[in-house]
């Protein structure tokens, strides 16, 4: 994905935000940022720990950036030393782009009422969901009155996913905080949105347990007949972030080809592509 080319412009010039949650070339999080960067954005990154910045520290450098941060956003110190970095670097704030999740791996296989456990439930919602809202606050403290800011969450907050689980529970309290971050900030103009992104092949889908079929079936059954392309979660990011995205906030907007749309797919290919 490093190596893919993104459309170039102006979109973003003069514009400066916080990417948080880039693990490796792959993640979603990343295609966002190169994105950005190809309109014109000057980023910032966090990342937590020596493993981490290995892999996005090469990252930063190739879009220009030299600001990483070390942030573990369950850490009230490090979340404060990072808006005051960002403060004292910048000033003020664009963007903030959030793509922050985490439950245990044994949270994630099996009967949800079986194997989520209170400490997985509470780290689940603290990592995914809260974290979103205390960086949206702690943003907002420096952000330009026209703002934005987006989270990345997917159609199991909505929908039963096999082996989801506790993060389906954690990406629908990060939707309604989406909501209501919106409705706070919106009189002075920061917009808030959710962008419901179809599997892609990251690290944090790797997680999930019947990865395999998931992708499968969702080639099969979405509209487009096809799983999602990083690229077009990048340019949804970009609209919402830019002045394109003007008077939209408090969505879910959902970029999967088409699947959340479709009750039931048509039998032949979706036979095909389960045979596989």
Known sequence: MADQAFPTGTLMAGKRGLIMGVA??????WAIAQQLAAQGAELAFTYQGEKLLRRVKPLAESVGSDTLLDCDVTNDDQMDATFAALESKWGKLDFLVHAIAFAGKDQLAGSFIDQTTRE????????SAYS???????AAAIMNDDGAMITLTYLG????????????????????????????????????NAI?????KTLAAAGIGSGRHMFRFNKAASAMQDNTDSKGVAGA???LLS???LSCTGETHHVDGGFHAIGMPQEGPLRESLAE
């Open 196 to 200: 419901s992104a179809g599997p892609i």
């Open 132 to 138: 979103f809202v205390d960086a949206g606050r702690r």
């Open 24 to 29: 490796n070339k792959n993640s979603i999080a």
């Open 237 to 239: 990011a970009l609209y």
């Open 157 to 192: 907050s909505e929908r039963v996913i096999p082996n989801y689980n506790v993060m389906g529970v954690a990406k629908a309290a990060l939707e309604a905080c989406t909501r209501y971050m919106a409705a706070d900030l919106g009189p002075r103009g920061i917009r808030v």
């Open 120 to 127: 997985g439930f509470k780290s689940a919602l603290d990592i």
């Open 243 to 245: 002045d394109l995205g």
